[in-house]
């Protein structure tokens, strides 16, 4: 019998070197995530805090497909190398910022290099690593991910407070030039390059679709009635770039995402559980710190560490997960507990208000990153494990787009709820207190930040408090909704057994 293979010294610099790019794809996001309201209030209001977010991850999702496919094609270290230079001047840019357009475009930028960071890292790690040994790689994650997801929102407070928001961009320089440093010399990869065309007709439809998909969720309901032309036209694109991206790829010679992947009844499962999982904890994490902020009454750095045990939460179920899962081969059961938390976990928030206390508003937030954990931890090893070799980089990139595309429109979606439950929480709460709609002008004019509510009057702040926290109850009822179909896609997942060795000499060798 076959001993289990074993990672060497070297192999573990390589690992450290590419969880070091992921991690500034977290980074960037819970750093950000914590300021943007100031941010959002100093360029120009909280009427385009949507659009810092979103443009961000329509880039990342619009370039993860092609990220993937490029590095099966012309070699992973490279193309992971060359996402992180572009993520790095993105973020320069940005910092640089003079307006709220040009942080949304520069916002674009950086979203176009994390398109490669997350997939480059999870593909070159899939041919190095078996899915079974995976768990091992979880003590190099356990390294990272509690800097990003507890340090994360802590540092992005103190920075905002302490220097300013630009430096929530710059912090990532330093980060990347140390990853670009140690990938460059610490990952060695022998790949046969392929001589193909890049599927660029299949690119081109694929964004058009995410990027018209967004606007509908975004202007639903809000800029435009559901019924009008400029939405129900925005649908029917979609709807055709779609259709016509699945004929194209089908088509292909080299498909950005290959059609024989969906084949895998597992991995299309892990697909849309990463899309639902993704809609929740992107939408939960980016509303939360308003929350925080203009009801609770903290400043962004606290707003940051009353966060803390969402990210506890969801560090301690992944590393769980990983462990759990190499000890035995065995992880139906781990998608299925996360949608159960999960859906637990949204139904907790939606007992936010203004009446709930700092303390139990922050501890409230643990189930959902448990919920979350488990399923991130889970659906990443289920496709890895149902895609073969020469289709690692596409399927990393397929799990990250549907996780990105389901963090954008979750946002958007939800976005759109939170905006039109709090101006109408804000309008009950005035119209209880006898005060006019005209009290509200901070809101309409996009001047709004948490630091003008100590200026307000009681009345008025206590009616945007509500309106604020009515807002957030529709943005976790809407989670509730998304767990919920999360918990009941898991259910028909199938028990497969992990693959055991690394891809052959032949395809790709360290």
Same mark, same amino acid.
């Given at each position: ?6 990672m060497?010294?070297?192999?573990y ?5 590419l &969880?070091l790019?992921m991690f ?10 914590t300021?943007?309201?100031?941010i ?10 949507s659009?810092v ?7 990342m999702a619009a370039?993860?497909?092609?990220w ?7 070699g992973r270290?490279g193309m ?11 973020s ?13 475009a520069f ?10 960071l &997350? ?7 899939g041919v ?7 768990g ?17 929102p802590?540092?992005?407070?103190l920075?905002?407070d302490?220097?300013?928001w630009r430096?929530?961009f710059?912090?990532?320089v330093?980060?990347g030039?140390?990853a670009? =440093?140690?990938?460059?010399?610490g990952?060695r ?7 193909a065309r890049?599927?660029?007709? +299949? ?6 679709a995410?990027?018209a998909?967004?606007l ?18 925005? +649908?029917a ?20 995402i290959p ?8 991995f ?9 999982s993704?809609?929740v904890?992107?939408?939960?994490t980016?509303y ?7 009801v609770?009454?903290v ?12 990210m506890?939460?969801m ?21 299925i ?9 949204a139904l ?6 203004v009446?709930?206390?700092?303390t ?5 937030t ?5 919920g979350?954990?488990l399923l991130?931890q ?10 073969e070799?020469r289709?690692?980089?596409a ?12 963090g954008?429109?979750?946002?958007a979606?939800?976005g ?9 929480g804000?309008?009950?709460a ?13 809101l ?9 509510m100590?200026? &307000?009057?009681?009345?008025l702040?206590?009616?945007v408090r ?15 909704? =998304? ?12 028990e497969v ?7 052959s000499?032949q395809k790709?060798?360290?």
């Amino acid at each position: 019998m076959m001993s289990r293979p074993v990672m060497n010294r070297s192999l573990y610099v390589g690992v450290f070197g590419l &969880m070091l790019g992921m991690f500034l794809a977290m980074l960037d996001g819970l750093i950000v995530g914590t300021a943007l309201p100031t941010i959002a209030g100093g360029l120009g209001g909280l009427s385009h805090l949507s659009w810092v977010v979103t443009a961000y991850l329509l880039a990342m999702a619009a370039t993860t497909p092609l990220w993937g496919k490029l590095g099966d094609l012309y070699g992973r270290k490279g193309m992971f190398m060359t996402s992180i230079a572009i993520f790095l001047a993105g973020s320069m840019l940005a910092g640089l910022s003079g307006d709220i357009g040009q942080l949304i475009a520069f916002r674009a930028l950086q979203g176009l290099g994390a398109g490669g960071l &997350m997939v480059g890292a999870l593909s070159i790690i899939g041919v190095l690593v078996p899915p079974r040994e995976s768990g091992r790689v979880q003590s190099m994650v356990g390294v990272m991910m509690p800097v990003a997801f507890i340090g994360g929102p802590l540092l992005g407070g103190l920075l905002t407070d302490q220097l300013s928001w630009r430096w929530t961009f710059y912090v990532n320089v330093p980060v990347g030039a140390v990853a670009l =440093l140690v990938v460059g010399f610490g990952v060695r990869l022998r790949s046969e390059r392929a001589k193909a065309r890049i599927d660029y007709p +299949g690119a081109v439809l694929l964004t058009a679709a995410i990027v018209a998909l967004t606007l509908v969720a975004s202007w639903g309901g809000v800029t435009y009635a559901w019924t009008s032309p400029m939405v129900v036209g925005l +649908g029917a694109v979609a709807a055709a770039c779609l259709a016509a991206f699945v004929v194209t790829e089908r088509r292909a010679e080299e498909p950005i995402i290959p059609p024989r992947l969906f084949r895998d009844r597992n991995f299309t499962l892990a697909q849309v559980l990463s899309f639902l999982s993704g809609a929740v904890m992107m939408a939960v994490t980016s509303y939360l710190p308003l929350y925080m902020q203009f009801v609770q009454g903290v400043t962004p750095s606290a707003g940051g560490m009353l966060l803390l045990p969402l990210m506890f939460g969801m560090l301690a179920a992944q590393l769980a997960t990983g462990r759990l899962i190499s000890r035995d081969g065995r992880y139906r059961r781990y998608p299925i507990l996360g949608g159960a938390v999960l859906v637990a976990g949204a139904l907790a928030l939606t007992r936010l208000d203004v009446s709930t206390g700092t303390t139990l508003a922050s501890g409230l937030t643990v189930i959902a990153g448990v919920g979350t954990g488990l399923l991130m931890q889970s659906t990443m090893l289920l496709t890895l494990n149902s895609a073969e070799p020469r289709d690692m980089g596409a399927a990393s990139g397929t799990v990250t787009l549907m996780r990105t595309i389901g963090g954008s429109l979750g946002i958007a979606l939800l976005g759109a709820v939170y905006t039109g439950r709090m101006e109408a929480g804000l309008a009950s709460a005035l119209a209880s207190q006898g005060l006019g709609s005209g009290a509200a002008g901070h809101l309409t004019s996009g001047e709004l930040t948490p630091e003008a509510m100590p200026a &307000m009057s009681g009345a008025l702040r206590e009616a945007v408090r509500a309106g604020v926290s009515s807002g957030m109850q529709g943005v976790a009822a809407g989670a509730v909704v =998304l767990a919920a179909l999360a918990f009941a896609a898991a259910w028909l997942v199938r028990e497969v057994p992990l693959r055991e060795k690394t891809p052959s000499p032949q395809k790709t060798t360290v």
